[in-house]
């Protein structure tokens, strides 16, 4: 399978600027295994560390392996090397990717690198969604076993970077078995996290399938709101509500994002927290004006501003990495 490196890690030049920041010897490879200038198509980051090479590996979509000789780097005392450890386990949390650390007898050499490039792509294959395909009105995106259809209320412009995610009039999940579901939400991500769900194994009506369609039920609504928000004549004892409304949103949207890929799915599973809300104040003064479709989304905010964590059935899964990270 051609893959395009661009589609296939889209954080490959923030890694770059990452890695610079410490080290200048630097060799990278594009996703079929050729040596690349580019730092926007490279998928793998080869660091000459006076004479001890660093290998970097980004080709997995929802991770960053790090393969270093522990003979040598953990007896490092310059701090170069973990001043390094710090800054990729700040860029992966803000990537919501995992950072997998290898320690090594020696250092890779070009046959081991080039096995990690060809096994790491016929990884990736297995767990990406496929690039977004299809026809004017109606477009498509599968994994192995499941796919997502979206019929769309405009003719799709491929001319238009991102046409294929606009203008969705309704959304499918289907199984090569000839199952299909009607996703009851226009929002893309959503589907997506349902159907990551299924490929694994899991069905619409088990508790992460009812959370996948909870999230993105808050989600629809918190947009929903906004629009209404911004046409009803906001005070200024509305700020607040909003500020934390959008907040409330980014969480769900990652969320969301997350169970997309395989890890982040399995990761997500075993970390979720149940959930339970508390009462809040009505919205007094918080509009000039309130129209019907603003009171009936009232209620159903509310209960999102009221949600809070039960933190005691959150199963802990942090590496020691970011746990070493935290303790900085």
Same mark, same amino acid.
């Given at each position: 399978?051609?893959?395009?490196?661009?589609?296939?890690?889209?954080?490959?030049?923030?890694? $770059?600027?990452?890695?610079?920041? =410490?080290?200048?010897?630097? /060799?990278? %490879?594009?996703?079929?295994?050729?040596?690349?200038?580019?730092?926007?198509?490279?998928?793998?980051?080869?660091?000459?560390?006076?004479?001890?090479?660093?290998?970097?590996?980004?080709?997995?979509?929802?991770?960053?392996?790090?393969?270093?000789?522990?003979?040598?780097?953990?007896?490092?005392?310059?701090?170069?090397?973990?001043?390094?450890?710090?800054?990729?386990?700040?860029? %992966?949390?803000? =990537?919501?990717?995992?950072?997998?650390?290898?320690?090594?007898?020696?250092?890779?050499?070009? /046959?081991?690198?080039?096995?990690? /490039?060809?096994?790491?792509?016929?990884?990736?294959?297995?767990?990406?969604?496929?690039?977004?395909?299809?026809?004017?009105?109606?477009?498509?995106?599968?994994?192995?076993?499941?796919?997502?259809?979206?019929?769309?209320?405009?003719?799709?412009?491929?001319?238009?970077?991102?046409?294929?995610?606009?203008?969705?009039?309704?959304?499918?999940?289907?199984?090569?078995?000839?199952?299909?579901?009607?996703?009851?939400?226009?929002?893309?991500?959503?589907?997506?996290?349902?159907?990551?769900?299924?490929?694994?194994?899991?069905?619409?009506?088990?508790?992460?399938?009812?959370?996948?369609?909870?999230?993105? @039920?808050?989600?629809?609504?918190?947009?929903?709101?906004?629009?209404?928000?911004?046409?009803?004549?906001?005070?200024? !004892?509305?700020?607040?509500?909003?500020?934390?409304?959008?907040?409330?949103?980014?969480? $769900?949207?990652? =969320?969301?994002?997350?169970?997309?890929?395989?890890?982040? $799915?399995?990761?997500?599973?075993? %970390?979720?927290?149940?959930?339970?809300?508390?009462?809040?104040?009505?919205?007094?003064?918080?509009?000039?004006?309130?129209?019907?479709?603003?009171?009936?989304?009232?209620?159903?905010?509310?209960?999102?501003?009221? @949600?809070?964590?039960?933190?005691?059935?959150?199963?802990?899964?942090?590496? %020691?990495?970011?746990?070493?990270?935290? !303790?900085?």
């Amino acid at each position: 399978m051609n893959m395009d490196s661009v589609n296939l890690n889209q954080n490959s030049a923030d890694l $770059y600027d990452v890695i610079r920041n =410490k080290y200048n010897k630097i /060799t990278m %490879t594009d996703a079929n295994g050729d040596d690349t200038i580019d730092e926007t198509q490279a998928v793998q980051f080869d660091i000459d560390d006076s004479g001890t090479v660093i290998t970097i590996s980004l080709i997995d979509p929802e991770a960053i392996k790090v393969f270093y000789d522990k003979n040598k780097l953990d007896n490092d005392n310059t701090g170069k090397w973990e001043d390094l450890i710090s800054d990729l386990g700040k860029f %992966t949390v803000g =990537k919501t990717l995992k950072l997998d650390l290898h320690p090594t007898d020696r250092p890779l050499n070009d /046959t081991d690198r080039n096995k990690l /490039t060809m096994q790491s792509k016929d990884n990736v294959a297995e767990s990406r969604f496929s690039k977004m395909d299809g026809s004017k009105r109606t477009s498509f995106q599968g994994l192995t076993k499941v796919k997502v259809k979206v019929r769309h209320r405009k003719p799709v412009d491929e001319n238009i970077q991102g046409s294929r995610s606009r203008n969705v009039s309704r959304i499918f999940v289907e199984t090569n078995a000839g199952e299909r579901w009607i996703f009851p939400f226009p929002m893309l991500d959503g589907a997506r996290a349902m159907a990551r769900h299924i490929e694994e194994g899991g069905s619409w009506n088990d508790r992460v399938g009812q959370h996948i369609l909870d999230l993105s @039920e808050k989600v629809t609504t918190i947009r929903k709101f906004g629009r209404q928000a911004r046409t009803s004549g906001v005070t200024e !004892a509305a700020v607040p509500v909003l500020v934390r409304l959008g907040e409330k949103l980014e969480e $769900y949207k990652k =969320k969301l994002h997350l169970m997309q890929g395989s890890r982040g $799915y399995h990761s997500y599973r075993t %970390t979720m927290a149940e959930t339970f809300v508390e009462p809040v104040d009505h919205f007094t003064n918080m509009f000039a004006r309130v129209d019907d479709d603003l009171v009936k989304l009232m209620p159903a905010v509310e209960r999102i501003l009221g @949600e809070r964590e039960n933190t005691n059935l959150v199963t802990e899964s942090v590496s %020691t990495f970011v746990n070493w990270i935290n !303790a900085k």
